[in-house]
């Protein structure tokens, strides 16, 4: 398998696109007026407490207030620890209004919700995330041999003991770790006691919101989270983004330095995998399969649906065979639509029907093994009787959708119009009722070219009869700036 990562800079937007095998798996955007603040740290201020709600907001000085539950909320003694009560607290008991907190963003704003806040810190490194006010030690699941859970663990301890970190807070061991020499986790260990420290300083700094820690542009942030020992090759189309990734690599990840390039070709870097082409298409509903069937996927505020569909063709032969083949295929793709449209929360996926247990169990499985891959956390949660899989993927950013669109001003997101004929006959209303109310004698439509050439033609005879009845004139103008819903019955 092999991976690769390219990476698109340019003073309007950062791109980094992971390729496995010639094909885009994920992309990620970051734009200056629409930068994410993820993992960013505040210091915030209380503006209203919510007892119905368990919550409270914070103003963080983001446009639209921002979000937090008691349950994020973890008091802290005196010792500059979280401390763990027996029964939770109410949010009156957490904060109250006016209070400053310091807090960090688990979630943007996404859609009309405000940005999700939590006072559970941490901080990543390359290797390990910090707690700065938890005692825990932890490794992450995806480590899954145990001699080398064990050794990473026993060096965190080493760490932590030989760099005075004790009492100073947890770490978690993150998948990249493995692997790691005891020298590189050391490193890790004194960055991050700087860079809480740093954050500690700022709080002194000024009463007001302020900002306290902003997580590094996206380029060095795929540096961070993205490398696997997969990945076979970085390319990066500019020099200064270049440079700082070269330093980042030499300092945490030197046995990768002769993976990075700068790319100098012709062509835009993100030709050279029909990456902008892949990113079009990720836009529409429809993924068509090799098999000759599709994907249908619809986001909504609640949910995303995926439904699968057979090509035309079934042959009557074998038609169970087919089915599970496409379902199979519908599987993978599924897999890799999640990550490169970037879809999270609920997920209902409508498999084509199979009879068989074993295909169904089959293509579950398939589902399970591709989205291993994912580096956002997914659960499937198994097939309902109606042949439904119900799965979660976690996110904390928009979806791609989400970030590159806006609603359609034409249909104001319903993804429909109304039909010249609906259109056709909304008009006729609108004349019997203004003649009803006026004297005019002669009235004009204006509406869009179809609706004008439909009144003409096929409605002609039932217009006539209309004329005959209201005892009046009606004359057409075609309005070229107005969309198909749009008219309106102006008198003469
Ligand atoms: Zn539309």
Known sequence: MSEEILINVTPMETRVALIENGLLQEIFIERPHSKGHVGDIYLGKVVRVMPGMEAAFIDIGLERAAFIHSADIAPVGPDGFEVKDEVAPSIQQLVREGQMIVVQVAKDPIGSKGARLTTHLTLPSRNLVYLPRSRHIAISQRLENEEERARLLTIIEECIAQEDMQDKGGFIIRTAAEGCAREEMIEDVRFLKKLWAAVERRVGESRDVHVLYRDVPLYMRAMRDLITPHIEKIRIDTQHAFDEISRFIHDFIPEFRNNVELYMGERPIFDLYGIDDEINKALGRQVKLKSGGDLIIDQTEAMTTIDVNTGAYLGSKNHAETILKTNLEAATAIARQLRVRN??????????????????????????????????????????????????????????????????????????????????????????????????????????????????????????????????????????????????????
């Open 343 to 492: 879809l999270g929360g609920i997920i209902i996926l409508d498999f084509i029907d199979m009879i068989d247990p074993e295909h169904q169990r089959q293509v579950l499985r398939t589902l399970s093994k591709a989205l291993e891959k994912d580096h956002a956390r997914t659960t499937i949660t198994g097939m309902s009787d109606l042949g439904l899989v119900e799965m979660t993927r976690k996110r904390t950013r928009e979806s791609l959708g989400q970030l590159l669109c806006s609603e359609c001003v034409v249909c104001k997101g319903r993804g429909r119009l109304k039909t010249a004929e609906t259109i056709c006959y909304e008009i006729f209303r609108e004349i019997m009722r203004v003649a009803r109310v006026y004297e005019n004698d002669v009235m004009l439509v204006m509406a869009s070219q179809r609706v004008v050439d439909r009144l003409l033609d096929e409605e002609s005879s039932t217009l006539a009869d209309l004329e005959e009845l209201i005892g009046k004139t009606v004359r057409f103008e075609v309005e070229p700036m107005y969309t198909q819903e749009q008219f309106d019955v102006v008198l003469f």
